[in-house]
């Protein structure tokens, strides 16, 4: 800037944050209980504060100014006056420096220090002291943006619900190890875009990948003093901005443009978005942004306490989204992704959370209902993790038409069975059918339940199979953190071990889960590296595990041997394939065999390894580890019907399977006990199913007259 002026002008109070017009820069920030707040700008070091001009204009509890020959770059904070009385909520210190809310990009990292707290520590009651130490030189600063992009739109792949694979992934652990990406480049955004990365999504059959957090997140205080890092990314500093560490260029269009890469090879990109929490956690933790402008408006207080913060999500705060402004924040952030970066779809961390009002979780609440009337927003893909640690968290299947929903019963239920447990056939048979018992009703379709048996949160695929204890000892508390009961087995050695015949097991156990993945109804997902073989060495919680433990290893891809990464990457392709192939693996519609789609063949029809459909008895055989599934659907050509035949062998034995559906000519398309077995006709009325096993057939039928 060639001058500052000693004031601002009075500006707008819409859009909120920093507005770049060729002009100058306009600012607009909302508090409803502050008295005052400060514009703090930087030198281009972010280093020295070179001016404090008050926003001179408060217009609906937004405060605004604009400042002339203002420029994308300027680096600036924001300081907010006002009463410091945390037994009412309220904790205003203008000696802490803090991040627009709003800010699109940021400069810098959080230097943790004792100055980024509001209160004084060592005095009596911690948190209603009062703390005057500046906290500027600790705290990044917010870069005014750019407001567009130069570059034309590509058009978003809008792949049908039905037709949808997720891959799970982290914008730094995917490509961090991986040797044909540019070193500079790995870890980033840049790397996610590399042919090389979007060829193996292709050839594996993806459609959308669903990235863990790249908001700006912080490294919290606990994990640096244990030499940790938050790896995740669930600990948000800010809404607007992506995090700086997955920017090669360290320019955020770096993200646009991997964007619409991936949106050229028909992949759409899905984020997993956390707007239940922020990164200040408790009472008792920094005044980094919100807490400093309006604590009282943005958390949820604890009625008749309001010293303290209500804490539904297990991380020391909630944000208080019943609030207007808070919503429209939330609402905000989303449609910049969706809009300025093209995104495709959000996954919703703790998704109970953003239905709360005051009398628990209504699917009917503000958010939902904000978020379903919006024109842009609505029709994106949007998903939620249906529960959280409050009162009446866990809420799957109860979140409005138009969402997904993460299906632990779906997980649970996959890795009870092919382990073996008894009484798990009738669970099974209603997560395959798309959990309508969860999601069929309000004319909500079976793509509601997003399928999966391995996720960030939990075992890779590899260690559900090797491992029936966590083994946490990494994260530095005691192996006491992550969860308990994960429904695994280790097949008699836990870990790693040499044994042939426990690695053949482990090896058939795993393909038969992710087979049980891609050919039920719902929408499959793939955590990253589950196709070549990638462990966390039993690590059931890596959320701190910045390290080999957390990043994909590409090695095991080149080793084609079985069992080896190669083997499964191929099997996992067929897989895909197939599903695309066969409508009736992947119905929209639930189905309860009251159509027939070919003469004599029900859309759905259950069978016992001897042919006979399955009468409530046989349901309620809790010891018996069978189960045969067939389907038919239209295929392209409108006559024919595309029928196909799960069988499953949860036995410790090979079983053999009577073939139903009289003139039908079978096909094996797909046996997870021998994953190189090319598909042929079946020519014997019977077939043998091998332990703990998944197979697949087809057979074309005509349709009904």
Not at 106 to 127: E, H, N
Not at 259 to 265: P, T
Not at 327 to 354: C, E, I, K, N, P
Request: with cysteine; charged share 25%.
């Amino acid at each position: 800037m060639s001058f500052l002026p000693d004031r601002l002008r009075p500006g707008r109070p819409y859009p909120l944050g920093a507005t770049a017009r060729p002009e100058g820069v306009n600012f607009a920030v909302f508090s409803a209980h502050a008295e005052q707040i400060d514009l703090c700008l930087f030198d281009p070091a972010g280093r020295r504060e070179i001016a404090r001009l008050p926003l001179p204009e408060c217009t609906d509890e937004v405060f605004h100014g604009f400042l002339p020959e203002g420029r994308p770059g300027l680096l600036y904070g924001l300081r907010a006056s006002g009463p410091y009385q945390p037994e009412r909520g309220h904790r205003f210190n203008p000696h802490k420096l803090l991040l627009d809310p709003y800010a699109r990009q940021i400069f810098g990292d959080v230097r943790w220090s004792d100055t980024l707290l509001g209160y004084r520590v060592g005095a009596g009651r911690a948190d209603l002291t009062f703390d005057r130490r500046d906290s500027a030189p600790a705290m990044p600063k917010a870069v005014v943006p750019l407001t567009e992009f130069s570059e034309p739109w590509l058009p978003r792949p809008e792949t049908p619900w039905r037709d949808t694979v997720i891959y799970e992934a982290h914008v730094r652990g995917l490509t961090h190890q991986h040797q044909g990406v540019h070193p500079p480049d790995r870890g980033t955004f840049a790397g996610l875009a590399h042919p090389v990365v979007i060829e193996h999504m292709v050839k594996l059959g993806i459609t959308a990948v669903e990235l863990l957090p790249v908001h700006a997140f912080l490294q919290d205080r606990f994990l640096t003093l244990k030499g940790l890092r938050n790896y995740w990314g669930y600990s948000t500093l800010a809404f607007f901005a992506p995090e700086r560490r997955y920017l090669a260029s360290g320019a955020i269009h770096e993200v646009r443009l991997a964007i619409d890469r991936l949106h050229a090879a028909g992949i759409e990109v899905i984020l997993d978005v956390v707007y239940n929490h922020t990164c200040e956690g408790s009472e008792l933790g920094p005044t980094l942004s919100w807490r400093g402008l309006d604590n009282a408006s943005y958390y949820r207080l604890l009625p008749g306490q309001e010293r303290y913060l209500i804490n539904d999500t297990g991380t020391g705060n909630t944000i208080n989204i019943s609030h207007r402004r808070v919503l429209q924040m939330v609402l905000d952030s989303l449609r910049h992704w969706a809009t300025f970066y093209r995104v495709d779809g959000f996954r919703f961390d703790l998704g109970s959370t953003l239905g709360r009002e005051t009398t628990g979780f209504d699917p009917n609440s503000g958010f939902f209902d904000a978020i379903m009337q919006d024109p842009v927003l609505s029709r994106l893909k949007l998903i939620s993790e249906p529960w959280d640690i409050g009162p009446g968290g866990y809420q799957l299947g109860n979140h409005p038409p138009g969402f997904a929903e993460w299906n632990d019963r779906f997980r649970d239920a996959i890795r009870r069975f092919v382990r073996g447990d008894a009484g798990q056939r009738a669970e099974l048979a209603a997560r395959l059918t798309g959990s309508g018992d969860f999601f069929n009703h309000q004319r909500r379709k079976t793509w509601a339940s997003i399928n999966f048996v391995a996720a960030h949160d939990g075992f890779t695929l590899h260690d559900i199979a090797s491992y029936t204890e966590r083994h946490n000892e990494a994260n530095g508390e005691d192996n006491r953190d992550g969860h308990g009961d994960n429904h695994t087995a280790n097949w008699g050695v836990e870990g790693v071990t040499d044994d042939t015949a426990i690695l053949a097991q482990r090896d058939r156990v795993r393909r038969a889960m992710v087979s049980l993945v891609f050919f039920a109804h719902g929408t499959p997902m793939l955590l990253a590296g589950d196709e070549m073989c990638r462990t966390q060495q039993g690590n059931n919680n890596a959320y701190c595990q910045d390290n080999p433990i957390s990043w994909v290893d590409w090695s095991p891809l080149s080793d084609a041997a079985p069992g080896g990464g190669g083997e499964l990457f191929a099997f996992t392709a067929r897989l895909a394939a197939a599903r695309r192939a066969w409508p009736a693996l992947r119905s929209s519609e639930f189905l309860h065999g009251t159509k027939h789609p070919a003469p004599g063949i029900p859309d759905i029809s259950w069978f016992d390894e001897e042919g006979n459909e399955l009468t409530p008895e046989h349901w309620n055989n809790a010891e018996s580890r069978l189960l045969a599934l067939r389907r038919a659907a239209a295929m392209d050509d409108p006559d024919e019907i595309g029928v196909t035949l799960l069988l499953l062998n949860a036995d410790a034995d090979d079983r053999a399977f009577r073939l139903v559906g009289e003139g039908l000519a079978w096909r094996m398309l797909s046996d997870s006990v021998d994953p190189a077995r090319e598909a042929h006709e079946i020519t014997e009325p019977t077939i043998s199913v091998g332990h703990h096993g998944v197979m697949l057939l087809g057979a074309i039928a005509r349709r009904a007259p």
